[in-house]
């Protein structure tokens, strides 16, 4: 028999001869055949079925350490990710309000032994970011954890979102040992957490409390009790607490619920192939992630060491990038306050070409110049022409009435026709200046189409980019990127 990678001699045994046998094996029915493995026991029972039961740990070969094995590499992944949505199964079953049950606004996910994420299922993407930050906290406010251990946190100071946002925290271990060796997590929003507006998101709230009630990593859940006491008396802290705490509870021990499925599935994996495998292809599975990324994004050759700070309301800087040690060339990471690396940053900069991209910029900004001041005198003579026209419109009725009143008053004046003769010679007049007029407001309309269509050309063959390299200000050619 094959199994494993490697061919092992197995008795070929008759269903009907069958009473007890060890793997490997081949049982053979006349209906069908069953491949018992090593490692499995099959056991004849009266009523004429054939029970199979595990005699020892899955038997496997060995897997090497130093590095991934693709295929292992992807079997892994997926079982990860397979971890996480099965966490979100037992959530969406489990849960009490139609937020979580119906609307499906929850995230679980699977963390390294140092609050790493390792696979997510595709539920809330915000969530995902932050919820290393919550397991983190979970782990550094309670040094000493013990199997049955669940905590819940919506501080946002420690990874949460908005207060709604309650996560459950629970470590995995290994067999017999004394720290967490993994985390799963399941984040829901609660319908209310209290605050001074029902749902707990308030528009006009000034401070923290007036949101709701804080869980800054509270444990809920101690050697596999529920702390329901405990639990309620959080939600009924503060100023605001929770409107519902029933249904906050239902919700919490929703959680609770998932996140023992997906201890329950990491347990399944370390009996089956080892803690050290799992925790080594939970590495690999993040390495390959990120070198996956480092592809998508691409590389180019920016030599110059980056800073930059990101700051809030003129503040003081609440994290920074700047060039990455042992990195591509062109990498910066955004270091958070809390100290951890929070993203990376890939910056493109042919920082040689500095004096043609100052010569783009100045055409452009004279073009940018001239097409504005066309466009002011534009305006300026569009209105002269159009109060002219009025002028001529108002001069023309006049005219009008007045010849109409002398026909009336005197026909039999012969003066009358000299008049009206005059009248339509200045009318025409009035005309023809009306018509010189329109021409030379189409011919300056059509200057500044014209100029549009320069400036249209020249910013398509031009990409200016401003950044800031080393406190001074560069800007970057883009068109050579297109």
């Known amino acids: 028999m094959f199994a494993h990678g490697e061919t092992t001699a197995a008795p070929i045994v008759a269903a009907d001869a069958l009473t007890t046998v060890e793997g490997p094996a081949l049982i053979v029915r006349p209906d069908t055949q069953i491949a018992l493995p090593l490692g499995w026991r099959a056991t004849a029972e009266d009523d004429g079925l054939i029970r199979l039961t595990r005699a020892s740990g899955v038997q496997t070969r060995a897997i090497a350490l130093d590095r991934p094995d693709p295929i292992t590499l992807e079997l892994f992944n997926r079982r990860f990710m397979g971890v996480a949505e099965a966490m ?50 979970v782990r550094d406010r309670h040094p000493t954890l013990a199997p049955g251990d669940a905590f819940a946190l919506n501080n946002p ?17 290994m067999p017999g040992a004394a720290q967490a060796a993994f985390y799963v997590a399941a984040r829901g929003h609660h319908a209310d957490v209290g ?10 709230s000034k401070t923290i409390d007036e949101e709701g009630v804080l869980l800054d990593a509270i444990p809920i859940m101690r050697g596999g009790g ?26 919490l ?30 590495t690999f ?26 700051t809030l309301g003129g503040s003081a800087a609440i994290g920074e990038s700047r060039g990455l040690s042992n990195s591509n060339p062109g990498d910066a990471a955004f270091r958070s306050r809390d100290g951890r690396y929070a993203g990376l940053l890939t910056l493109n900069l ?26 002011g005198e534009e305006d300026s003579i569009k209105q002269t022409i159009r109060a002219n ?6 001069y023309r009725e006049s005219l009008v009435i007045q010849s109409l009143a002398v026909k009336l008053a005197n026909r039999r004046v012969a003066s009358t026709d000299l008049l009206l003769q005059a009248g339509r010679a200045e009318i025409r007049d009035l005309l023809e200046a009306q018509g010189a007029l329109l021409s030379a407001e189409n011919s300056l309309t059509a200057a500044v189409v014209s100029y549009r269509m320069r400036e249209l050309e020249l910013q398509s063959n031009l990409g200016v980019l401003s950044v800031s390299v080393q406190g001074e200000w560069q800007e970057m050619d883009l068109s050579a990127f297109k």
């Open 88 to 137: 979100g199964a037992a959530l969406e079953r489990t849960a009490h309000s139609v937020n979580i049950k119906e609307r499906l606004d929850f995230s679980c996910a699977l963390f390294d032994e140092d609050g790493g994420l390792v696979a997510n299922a595709p539920h809330m993407p915000v969530h995902l970011g932050s919820m290393g930050a919550s397991v983190r906290a």
């Open 157 to 173: 100071y420690a990874g949460g979102t908005h207060l709604p946002d309650i996560t459950v925290v629970m470590p995995v271990f």
């Open 195 to 204: 605050g001074v507006q029902p749902g707990s998101m308030p528009p006009f």
């Open 226 to 251: 529920f702390l329901e006491a405990d639990t309620r008396a959080a939600l009924g802290a503060g100023p605001w607490p929770a409107r519902a705490p029933d249904r906050n509870i239902a919700d």
């Open 253 to 282: 021990k929703a959680q609770i619920a998932a996140c023992q499925a997906g201890a329950a599935a990491v347990a399944g994996m370390i009996e089956g192939f080892g803690g050290e495998v799992v925790a080594a292809y939970m």
């Open 285 to 310: 599975v993040q390495q390959n992630a990120t070198a996956s990324v480092r592809r998508a994004i691409g590389k180019s050759g920016a030599q110059d060491a980056l800073r930059a700070e990101l």
């Open 350 to 375: 042919p920082l040689e070409r500095t004096a043609e991209r100052n010569v783009y910029r100045q055409s452009l900004l004279e073009l940018e110049n001239a097409v504005r001041n066309y466009q």
């Open 389 to 394: 026209l009025r002028e001529l419109l108002e």
